[in-house]
């Protein structure tokens, strides 16, 4: 398979690690979203978005949106399962990724805080304020949903690390990078604390991507 990458990329961070934890290898194609690359005729040919990840599986089909990719990998390789076995407990894991990739993510990534610079002339310092409000009321509502999963194990929803996890650690990242205080957050950092060295997690990281700058 084929990574269209690019290294500070929450949606592909989050695809490393899914396919980290499967053992999945894969190649890795940077696409530099600072520099524009994302709109090249040729990227806008496996994303109509401009977005990463796309994933081409080895018959030359593309994939896009990470929790598609995710979904579709756990289908072709159940095992190890980054979804849990009962089917209210998927459900609710989906749900937990969802509030991240749907309602979180798209309000704060690369594309909207340069618009909000570039075209809406709105200083850094609001700019900076936007990304933390939306990422510190994210995060609270995270949490109460963490804090009433009824069979929360050593991990969100079970035994193994899994799909939420790989979802919430590039939100940890972020947050970390734009010093947003995460210090009321009890059952995400207690999460965020169970997986951040594990191998699959730390071979995903940002700064030990081909292309970190």
Known sequence: MKLYDYWRSSAAYRLRIVMNLKGIAYEHISVNLVTGENRSEA????????LVPALELDDGTLLTQSMAMCEYLEEIQP????LPGDAIARAQA?????DISGEMHPLYNLRVRKHLAEELKQSAESV?????????????????????????????????PGL??????PQYYNANRFNIDV???TCLNAAFDTVKDLPAFKQAEPEVQPDAE
Do not use: M
Not at 43 to 50: D, I, S
Not at 164 to 169: D, G, I, Q, R, S
């Open 94 to 98: 989906r749900a937990f990724c969802f």
């Open 183 to 185: 210090s009321g957050f």
């Open 79 to 82: 095992a190890p399962a980054v």
């Open 164 to 169: 939420a996890e790989a979802f919430l650690v």
């Open 43 to 50: 990227h806008l040919a496996r994303n109509p978005l401009g």
């Open 128 to 160: 900076d304020r936007w990304y933390a409000h939306w990422t510190s009321t994210g995060l609270a509502a995270l949490e109460q949903t963490a804090q009433r999963l009824p069979n929360r194990g050593a991990f969100l929803f079970g035994d193994t």
